[in-house]
């Protein structure tokens, strides 16, 4: 078992910090993508640049002609840039937005390539290490779609990590498809037109079928409104309203039922004056590796090493989902115990993680060295 000092350890908790204080909403990742890119410069990671997407590209050359893989970790948060950013250490807990999802991964970047470096350790095949942005909400896994696109010819296998989530070994994504749903009508003042037709109230008898939709239990399916907005004031019959509309599954068969359904319910759509638009804003596919493949296997193994004899396998919607719809073998495993993720409350268990981060650097080594036996 690999045994880091704790000191190490604990200099990337507060490298985790450095990263959590810079804000990173999906879309507007580049001052944390900058950050990212001076610490991997000085920690001598080679080629390192960023692309049109704020994804931060690097490499950790490897000793022979050996297979590549490919470490990621998001950089963008779900948190709007006015979020105060706060922290506070308390009963053995960080607490802060956004630092168990996604800074300690983030972190776990640059401490990976540091004690690599300490250990004097040569991988057999290249490492190439990346902080990808857009993995969040609406981002519709943009970061990672580039990244594939930019280098996936030479990757034999992919790595992505999340801060909490410690025993999560995640190699089936649960695939989703998101709408923006608009009404536009005539609006106008609610005493003196009334009975035009208000693209609210046109919405909402609209969003009361989709919630009465039924689903199976397994696999398992299911749908959200997330959102409502529309009108402008009390005394005003809406000229605009819209919804965004999250389905997932687990089955992608089950989630193109589910999309039969809801056009259907679109389509159904009837009015005098009012029209109803709808549009596909984020698409992430199903995937799943064997769970008899190699690298399945390493990593069980090596949580087992470190005590985790039965990780959770649940399928889970994470940057691997597009990798492995695409059949290039990948997983995404947590690096310490959390909760509260996507609240300004969120925070990560510093104990685990002493644990946490030695198992990741011993499953990196092992992926490189075993890919390549």
């Known amino acids: 078992m690999i045994a880091t000092k704790k000191e190490f350890i604990d200099s990337v908790v507060d490298e985790a910090v450095k990263i959590q204080q810079i804000p990173a909403p999906t879309f507007d990742e580049k001052k944390r993508a900058e950050y990212v890119k ?3 410069i000085e920690e001598g990671l080679q080629n390192v640049f960023i692309d049109s997407f704020h994804n931060v590209y690097s490499c950790r050359s490897g000793g022979g002609k050996g297979k590549a893989i490919l470490i990621s970790a998001h950089l963008d948060t779900v948190f709007p840039l006015e979020t105060d950013l706060s922290v506070r250490n308390e009963n053995s807990r960080i607490y802060g937005p956004g630092i168990g999802d996604n800074s300690l991964a983030v972190a776990c970047l640059i401490g990976l390539q540091r004690i690599l470096n300490i250990l004097n350790i040569e991988l057999p095949g290249d490492l190439y290490i990346i902080a990808n942005s857009c993995e969040e909400g609406l981002g519709d896994l943009k970061g990672i779609r580039e990244v594939i696109k930019t280098i996936g010819d030479k990757i034999t296998a992919i790595v992505a990590l999340e801060g909490s989530n410690g025993e999560n070994l995640t190699y089936k994504g649960i695939g989703s498809k998101r709408y923006k749903v608009t009404v536009k009508s005539p609006g106008g003042h609610s005493w003196g037109d009334f009975g035009e037709e208000s693209a ?3 919405l909402v008898k609209l969003a009361a079928k989709l919630a009465a939709l039924k689903v199976a239990d397994s696999p398992k399916t ?8 529309g009108g402008v004031s009390v005394n005003t019959i809406a000229e605009e309203a819209n919804l965004l509309l ?3 599954s687990e089955s992608k068969e089950s989630l193109m039922k589910l999309l039969e359904q ?3 319910i679109f389509k159904s759509f009837s009015s005098a004056n009012s029209t109803l638009d709808y549009e596909i804003v984020g698409d992430r596919p199903v995937g799943e590796l064997d769970s008899e493949n190699s690298l399945v296997s390493i990593a069980k193994q090596i949580f087992s090493k470190y005590g985790i004899h039965n990780p959770d396998i649940s399928p889970s919607s994470t940057d691997v989902n597009l990798p492995l719809s695409l ?3 990948s997983i995404c495993v947590g690096l310490t115990e959390g909760g509260n993720i996507h609240r300004v409350n969120e925070y990560i268990e510093i104990e685990p993680f ?3 981060f030695n198992r990741f650097v011993e499953l990196i080594i092992n992926i490189s060295e ?3 036996s």
């Open 38 to 40: 001076k610490r991997f």
């Open 200 to 202: 609210v109230h046109l």
């Open 222 to 229: 299911t749908y959200n409104i997330g959102t409502i907005n």
């Open 246 to 248: 999250d389905l997932r």
């Open 262 to 264: 809801v056009e259907m």
């Open 327 to 329: 059949g290039i073998p």
């Open 354 to 356: 002493y644990k946490g």
């Open 370 to 372: 075993k890919l390549n």
